[in-house]
């Protein structure tokens, strides 16, 4: 009971919390003492809320120290859907091509900041992606480009997480792309960023391994928005990678992955071999 008495008493001191006072804004998901909930974080202190992310959240006045919590994902997709080539970078040589290359990840693809990649005992060519990630606010549809931004509720960041011997051999990218554990996403979401102009950076075990801004994406995240809501419809909490810059490497057993988006801070995850059956 003492931290609630405390998040009122804070409450009670300011007339509103410092968070709801700027544009730009934190939010996590996390779970402590196996209760889950939705939060604002401000300044390592998150302010619990009630009620949907994506529908006027409330603050219950309780507040807990970032460090008491294990963090989850920052959403609960119902889709995750990713933009391929979409640095020139990436592409090397190659023409881009004339609209977004589309593809999909799936909801159990999906962990939070700190969880394990879990490398399945067949994969043998691993890679990392380091990728900003949309986060859809309300439910789009047919959307136009004009109209694009205000469908945006925050960016995260995210890894791409690809198996390039499956990517290159298989009919689909399913197992590549969408097995589990390779779509990394957090650890925050953050709203009223310039989105269009982030550093995103990936770091294997402390080495830079791509550092490029979003302000290169072939495709900006307005027109990925309103491209991918002409076939699907997007919503609340639904993500998108929008590509990766530059080129990639494998990943080994032990290794400690680092993406980082300027105003989002560092999503970082540890690759483990899974045990074969
Ligand atoms: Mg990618």
């Not at 391929?84 to 999906?110: C, D, M, V, W």
């Not at 402390?206 to 307005?222: C, H, P, T, Y």
Request: one cysteine or more; a negative charge; glycine letters at 10%.
């Amino acid at each position: 009971m003492e931290k609630p008495l405390v998040g009122l008493l804070l409450l009670g001191l300011m007339a509103e919390p410092a968070w709801a006072q700027t544009d730009v804004t934190k939010y996590v998901r996390y779970s402590v003492r196996d209760r889950i909930s939705y939060g604002v974080l401000e300044d390592e202190v998150i302010w619990e809320l009630a009620g949907d992310l994506f529908q006027s959240p409330r603050t219950t006045g309780r507040t807990v120290p970032l460090t008491g919590v294990e963090l989850l994902a920052p959403c609960e997709p119902s889709k995750v859907i990713a933009v391929g080539l979409n640095y020139q970078s990436h592409l090397g040589e190659r023409e881009p091509a004339e609209h977004p290359g589309l593809f999909a990840k799936y909801p159990t693809s999906i962990v939070g900041h700190g969880a394990d990649i879990v490398m399945p005992p067949d994969a043998t060519d691993l890679h990392y992606e380091g990728e900003l990630v949309i986060v859809i606010g309300r439910e789009a549809k047919n959307v136009p480009l004009a109209e694009a931004g205000t469908y945006v509720f925050g960016v995260t960041a995210g890894n791409d997480v690809s198996e390039r011997a499956w990517q290159r051999g298989d009919l689909q990218w399913l197992r590549a792309k969408a097995s589990d554990t390779f779509g990394p996403i957090g650890p925050v979401i953050v709203t009223g960023l310039d989105h269009n102009n982030l550093l995103v950076q990936t770091r294997v075990n402390g080495e830079v391994r791509q550092s490029e801004r979003s302000s290169d994406l072939i495709f900006d995240v307005e027109t990925i928005v309103s491209y991918v809501s002409r076939y699907v419809t997007l919503m609340p909490g639904d993500v998108i990678f929008t590509g990766t810059p530059g080129s990639t490497r494998a990943m080994a057993p032990g290794d400690v992955v680092e993406v980082e988006v300027e105003g989002v801070g560092v999503l970082r995850n540890t690759v483990v071999a899974q045990r074969a059956r």
